[in-house]
């Protein structure tokens, strides 16, 4: 692997792992409107990479019939796949609301999983991106403002896994720990996507619609709802707009 290649795959692990630290350096939670604007924050990245990083080259990749059918299909398939994760993981929500396989683990642990679900289809969206610029379906420039734009969104959830594992009673040191552990599973995810497509180069444009679906299922089904939580304001909606367009600005100019 080349460097840059390595770098884009690291990239959005280094987020997750500044956030994480978070819990090192800041003494109560997160504020719950802080909490809203960084949870949009996240969804607007996620839909704008969705769109500009994932869909748009899986629709150019064709002409014909396929031009809309591939992509549909991928995407439809993306979705139902974080839906089976989605009832098969056990897993809690900010709002301490549980779902997946009942189970008597931990609230720390299924807290974990909630945002390692979260982290999936965010890798997978980075190495199929990475198999693509490496076919050379997709430019390096593209390939690095997707990590990047992941890495930023990462950031905050770091700090919304860790923050919240401190005050159910973790040590720093562990609830750090939970937190870079559950942005781990990114670079796994991205090798899985890479090694998939990279040997099977034809799959390529269903598997970036599939990494759109994934991501979007992430962002209507938790973050958006998360972000929602409590007393209503805009402040989630202001985050995604902002989230969406500096993604957007990412992808455009370095795309």
Do not use: C, R
């Not at 869909?55 to 591939?70: G, V």
């Not at 562990?174 to 799959?203: C, R």
């Amino acid at each position: 692997m080349s460097w840059i290649v390595v770098v884009s795959l690291l990239i959005p692990l280094l987020g997750t792992t500044l956030g994480s630290a978070m819990v090192f350096f800041l003494k109560d939670n997160i504020n719950p409107k802080l909490q809203k604007i960084l949870l949009g924050f996240a969804s607007g990245v996620m839909i704008a990479a969705s769109i500009w990083s994932l869909l748009e080259p899986a629709i150019n990749s064709y002409s014909d019939l396929k031009k809309w059918l591939i992509p549909s299909i991928g995407f439809l398939v993306g979705i139902l796949f974080l839906l089976l994760l989605d009832y098969i993981i056990p897993h809690m929500h900010i709002d301490k609301q549980e779902e997946g396989i009942k189970t008597k683990l931990s609230k720390s642990l299924k807290m974990f999983f909630a945002v390692t679900l979260h982290n999936i289809p965010e890798g997978l969206a980075v190495g199929v991106v990475i198999a693509g610029m490496i076919s050379g379906n997709i430019n390096e420039h593209a390939m690095l403002a997707l990590s990047i734009g992941i890495a930023i969104q990462n950031f905050p959830e770091g700090a919304i896994i860790s923050m919240p594992l401190k005050e159910e009673g973790m040590s720093k040191m562990k609830a750090f720990a939970y937190g870079f552990m559950s942005g781990v599973i990114e670079p796994i995810s991205a090798l899985v996507a890479i090694l998939l497509t990279y040997y099977v180069n034809t799959i390529l444009p269903f598997v970036l619609a599939f990494a759109a679906g994934a991501m979007i299922y992430v962002v209507v089904e938790e973050l958006i709802p998360e972000a929602n939580t409590g007393v209503h304001s805009n402040l989630a909606t202001i985050g995604l707009a902002i989230g969406f367009v500096l993604m957007m600005i990412l992808d455009i100019a370095l795309g």
